[in-house]
């Protein structure tokens, strides 16, 4: 049966010569996968819809098992992400952990919001470290993380100068330090920005500016969270910590 979708590429597998396997995130039907025939073909009409990051509508004829991809059309390419081997970097990992934390035929139709306004925004010219730690907060209870963000995971107490707990899953305030000695140190700005991106609308994002050790404060926490219950190992990850490293040099 065919039936039309609004979605984002996240994924594209090479199958045979022509041919190429896309996985797409949708607004109608969460995440699916499609077959599309003869795409790595240059004069394909599919080769360009079936490009990473591409938004667009897709016709699938869908049954039990792969759909097949029959035609799309471009709603947003995401030129800047394209053009930018940075960006493409960072948009690479949003999608890959997109595709990591979701399962097969789910519709949410927020998470595709967030996902289009993530891209959209970062497509824009905004921070794309901002745009990336927002969409990790925001994917927490996607895979089952509760960070404890409105008080201190060890007393209740919503007063004093918090800290983060790795072991506590969450703030710790200062008058309980001591139980967990590997705390991670926070200013006020980056107790803020996590209770914020964990918790507000992206769709109200204005320009935020962030100084530098605040980013680095907001990126130790976020990652040591992930590592140690997410359970995820990102190929998109670690080659945008080589850039990092790379982009310092310049």
Same mark, same amino acid.
């Given at each position: 049966?065919?039936?039309?979708?609004?979605?984002?590429?996240?994924?594209?597998?090479?199958?045979?010569?022509?041919?190429?396997?896309?996985?797409?995130?949708?607004?109608?039907?969460?995440?699916?996968?499609?077959?599309?025939?003869?795409?790595?073909?240059?004069?394909?009409?599919?080769?360009?819809?079936?490009?990473?990051?591409?938004?667009?509508?897709?016709?699938?004829?869908?049954?039990?098992?792969?759909?097949?991809?029959?035609?799309?059309?471009?709603?947003?390419?995401?030129?800047?992400?394209?053009?930018?081997?940075?960006?493409?970097?960072?948009?690479?990992? #949003?999608? !890959?952990?997109?595709?990591? /934390?979701?399962?097969?035929?789910?519709?949410? &139709?927020? $998470? =595709?919001? @967030?996902?289009?306004?993530?891209?959209?925004?970062?497509?824009?010219?905004?921070?794309?470290?901002?745009?990336?730690?927002?969409?990790?907060?925001?994917?927490?209870?996607?895979?089952?993380?509760?960070?404890?963000?409105?008080?201190?995971?060890?007393?209740?107490?919503?007063?004093?100068?918090?800290?983060?707990? #790795?072991? !506590?899953?969450?703030?710790? /305030?200062?008058?309980?330090?001591?139980?967990? &000695?590997? $705390? =991670?140190? @926070?200013?006020?700005?980056?107790?803020?920005?996590?209770?914020?991106?964990?918790?507000?609308?992206?769709?109200?994002?204005?320009?935020?500016?962030?100084?530098?050790?605040?980013?680095?404060?907001?990126?130790?926490?976020?990652?040591?969270?992930?590592?140690?219950?997410?359970?995820?190992?990102?190929?998109?990850?670690?080659?945008?910590?080589?850039?990092?490293?790379?982009?310092?040099?310049?």
């Amino acid at each position: 049966m065919l039936q039309k979708c609004e979605g984002i590429v996240i994924r594209t597998t090479d199958y045979s010569e022509t041919n190429k396997i896309v996985t797409i995130y949708t607004r109608e039907w969460g995440k699916i996968g499609a077959m599309a025939r003869g795409a790595k073909k240059p004069n394909s009409r599919l080769s360009s819809i079936t490009q990473l990051f591409t938004h667009g509508y897709f016709l699938i004829s869908r049954g039990s098992g792969l759909g097949s991809l029959q035609q799309g059309e471009i709603i947003t390419s995401f030129r800047s992400i394209g053009e930018d081997i940075f960006l493409t970097a960072y948009a690479s990992y #949003i999608v !890959e952990l997109t595709d990591k /934390c979701t399962d097969e035929k789910k519709p949410n &139709p927020f $998470h =595709f919001e @967030l996902l289009y306004q993530t891209l959209n925004f970062m497509n824009e010219g905004y921070d794309p470290d901002i745009l990336m730690n927002i969409y990790e907060m925001k994917m927490l209870n996607v895979i089952g993380m509760y960070p404890i963000l409105n008080q201190c995971s060890i007393c209740g107490s919503t007063d004093g100068h918090f800290s983060f707990s #790795i072991r !506590e899953g969450g703030f710790i /305030c200062h008058r309980c330090l001591d139980k967990d &000695p590997y $705390h =991670f140190k @926070l200013s006020t700005a980056a107790v803020k920005l996590l209770r914020l991106f964990y918790y507000f609308d992206l769709s109200r994002l204005g320009n935020i500016s962030v100084k530098q050790e605040t980013k680095a404060e907001l990126k130790k926490v976020i990652t040591a969270y992930y590592e140690e219950y997410s359970g995820l190992h990102l190929k998109t990850k670690k080659f945008l910590n080589s850039m990092d490293q790379f982009r310092n040099l310049l």
